[in-house]
């Protein structure tokens, strides 16, 4: 049975009478904190403030975010983790609306009219399951993945009932963490026992990870065949068969997933992309635009599907192609995104032969770059570059392109974009030296500090790490090797009060540019034990 008063609540409605009626429901129940919330933007930023443990959500919210989109937003953002019981209460009944949640399912749905009698039935059978995540989730929230891991083995040696639950988990969690051989493990052992489309897609994923494309490619494919509305299994399929050097059948995968589901906005925008390489300007065309709308009031929304439309159309309707780039600047915020904006723009202007209009793009860039707090993104520097070279500001894009390089120096896909960027502006040469000798000067800087702790120079190798961090802010293994030598001086003890923070926020820093590299959770656990020694 539920102790409803121990659990915090959220109902999501935009009729007045729908949201009071819930909230009675749950206070009848015995509920004492309910909170409520007339939109799919207020419930957003609820759910960012508060880890609420049951969420009532109406599927039609009016104007913005469906109840869909919402729980979408929450899974992908990590504003709910798997302890939290979310109903989806609902008078839709459509395939639509069905297909739309395979991907983020909710843990039930309510028709209207609901009945206090029928949300505590579905609420009780939800919470059986759910009150054996409450530990894992709050082990998976604070990134400890040995500690979630360490969980589900525990509750897995007497809980059958949700054996399933905590295995599908388990996996997910070692997956994270980088730990194929662990993962591939327990998928094995599901799939012995039973032929799960998540268990295969699962093993695929590890085979992806190894780099045995072609296994993660014939598993996937199996996996459709036998579960054909499975899409995560179409998502993993077409990135096989891209690393396979197959675009035209990633094409034709994606093809198909959006068959079953067309209004997915990073499908869209990856079938555009697919489509434009192979000079299909139509069927890329017709997916952008695609994307933009369905994305509008989506998490999923990519910055990419604005510009890319506006690549395609910027040759013959230039005038769209600059009002879809001033609606990517409203529906997106943030400085890359206004940097990538008004660099189309300036190339745009200086496709149609404007040159002055270009030249003044490319002043506003400049003054964009030095007023921003950090360094752009790869993609934001690249365009950025293109724009530079374009209007004779050379020295500016070649160290924009400097950065990326250093940042990702061992990136070979993103280094040839950086190539084909000096290649357009005819520097082909002169741009090879200049990418050898970024990508050199990164690995100086990332080993020397390495370097420095084997010699035994421990105090020196913080100093040289803290230069390189500060220097490549954005460069991986960098802020591995960051925490790691913070870690290493702290294991001697002694050391400022300063570096464990720094240790940390570098590990998930990493962890969100690189999730999924087993070092985050080995250095995690290294940490962890330091905070519990005396």
């Known amino acids: 049975m539920i102790d409803f008063s121990r659990q915090y609540c959220l109902v999501i409605d935009d009729f007045q009478g729908m949201r009071t009626m819930l909230r009675d429901m749950l206070r009848e129940l015995g509920a004492q904190r309910v909170d409520i919330a007339a939109s799919g933007g207020e419930a957003v930023g609820m759910l960012g403030n508060h880890r609420y443990d049951i969420v009532l959500c109406d599927y039609n919210l009016g104007a913005g975010r469906t109840g869909q989109q919402l729980l979408e937003e929450a899974k992908v953002r990590n504003l709910v983790g798997p302890a939290c019981a979310w109903i989806m209460v609902t008078a839709e009944k459509t395939s639509d609306a069905i297909m739309g949640a395979v991907e983020y399912q909710p843990d039930a749905y309510l028709i209207k009219p609901v009945t206090a009698a029928l949300l505590e039935t579905r609420l009780e059978k939800i919470w059986t399951r759910k009150a054996a995540l409450q530990e894992i989730d709050q082990a998976m929230q604070a990134k400890n993945f040995s500690k979630a891991v360490a969980l589900c083995d525990q509750r897995l040696q007497y809980d059958r009932a949700n054996a399933g639950e905590l295995q599908r988990l388990k996996s997910q969690i070692l997956l994270n963490a980088g730990e194929w051989d662990r993962a591939r493990e327990v998928y094995e ?152 904006a008004k660099s189309a723009e300036g190339l745009i202007y200086q496709a149609s032969n404007n040159p002055q209009k270009a030249e003044q793009l490319a002043g506003e860039v400049g003054e964009l770059l030095q007023g921003m707090a950090g360094k752009p993104g790869s993609e934001a520097s690249m365009e950025a570059a293109s724009l530079m070279l374009a209007t004779g500001r050379r020295e500016t894009a070649v160290e924009l392109l400097q950065s990326v390089v250093r940042n990702n120096h061992d990136n070979r896909e993103l280094l040839n974009q950086v190539q084909q960027v000096f290649v357009a502006a005819n520097m082909a040469e002169e741009g090879a030296a200049l990418v050898e000798a970024s990508r050199q000067e990164a690995i100086e800087l990332m080993n020397r500090g390495v370097l420095l702790a084997r010699e035994g120079k421990i105090d020196e190798a913080v100093e040289s790490m803290y230069q390189a961090r500060a220097a490549l802010p954005a460069n991986v293994r960098v802020l591995f090797n960051f925490a790691y030598i913070l870690i290493t001086r702290m294991q001697q003890g002694n050391a400022p009060d300063t570096l464990r923070a720094d240790a940390r926020n570098a590990l998930l820093q990493a962890n969100r540019l690189a999730p999924g590299d087993k070092r985050f959770n080995q250095l995690m656990d290294a940490l962890a034990k330091l905070q519990a020694s005396p």
Do not use: C
């Open 189 to 340: 052992q599901v799939l012995a026992e039973r032929e799960l489309p998540w268990a295969k897609t699962g093993l695929a994923k590890v085979h992806f990870h190894n780099g045995n494309y072609a296994a993660a490619r014939d598993l996937l494919q199996q996996t459709i065949e036998e579960n054909r509305t499975y899409l995560e299994a179409y998502d993993w399929l077409v990135r096989a068969q891209q690393q396979l050097g197959d675009a035209e059948a990633a094409e034709q995968t994606l093809v198909a997933a959006l068959r079953l589901w067309p209004n997915s906005p990073l499908r869209q925008k990856n079938l555009g992309e697919l489509a434009l390489k192979r000079g299909d300007r139509d069927a890329a065309e017709q997916a952008f635009r695609k994307s933009v709308v369905v994305g509008e009031h989506s998490v999923m929304k990519s910055a990419d599907a604005y510009l890319g439309l506006a690549k395609v159309v910027g040759a013959n309707k230039p005038d769209e192609a600059l009002k879809t780039l001033g609606l990517l600047q409203k529906q997106m915020a943030g400085d890359d995104i206004r940097l990538r």
